[in-house]
């Protein structure tokens, strides 16, 4: 009896931990817990900077950087509009970003992110 590729791929990624559970993007360090934020903007601000670090790593091309939270787009774009709880975040994304011939900060409306938006 013929097994679909698809049901022989499901069944790989069962036995070598490969769904995309909570746990196993945990472990593979996909999703992780961040302490000592004080907000869900400066979160964001602080996946902003990952992000734009993970640009000046893997490429010497202009980036694009889209985020579901205006305020930090704002932040990234005006260096006068900064809040004292992300100040450095927004600031060391700023440094990062400077490796970059050039970065494209764009708002993308997320209808899922409310919490980004507020």
Same mark, same amino acid.
């Given at each position: 009896?013929?097994?679909?590729?698809?049901?022989?791929?499901?069944?790989?990624?069962?036995?070598? +931990?490969?769904?995309?559970?909570?746990?196993?993007?945990?472990?593979?360090?996909?999703?992780?817990?961040?302490?000592?934020? =004080? =907000?869900?903007?400066?979160?964001?601000?602080?996946?902003?900077?990952?992000?734009?670090?993970?640009?000046?790593?893997?490429?010497?091309?202009?980036?694009?950087?889209? =985020?579901?939270?205006?305020?930090?787009?704002?932040?990234?774009?005006?260096?006068?509009?900064?809040?004292?709880?992300?100040?450095?975040?927004?600031?060391?994304? +700023?440094?990062?970003? =400077?490796?970059?011939?050039?970065?494209?900060?764009?708002?993308?409306?997320?209808?899922?992110?409310?919490?980004?938006?507020?």
């Amino acid at each position: 009896l013929p097994v679909p590729q698809k049901v022989k791929l499901l069944a790989w990624r069962l036995v070598h +931990r490969g769904l995309a559970t909570k746990v196993n993007k945990f472990g593979r360090g996909l999703e992780r817990v961040i302490f000592g934020a =004080s =907000s869900a903007e400066e979160v964001e601000a602080m996946a902003c900077k990952e992000g734009i670090q993970l640009a000046v790593e893997w490429t010497s091309s202009p980036a694009i950087l889209e =985020s579901g939270c205006v305020a930090v787009i704002q932040y990234l774009k005006e260096t006068n509009k900064v809040r004292p709880a992300c100040y450095f975040t927004i600031h060391g994304a +700023r440094s990062i970003a =400077s490796h970059l011939p050039r970065l494209v900060l764009s708002h993308v409306k997320r209808d899922l992110n409310v919490v980004a938006n507020e």
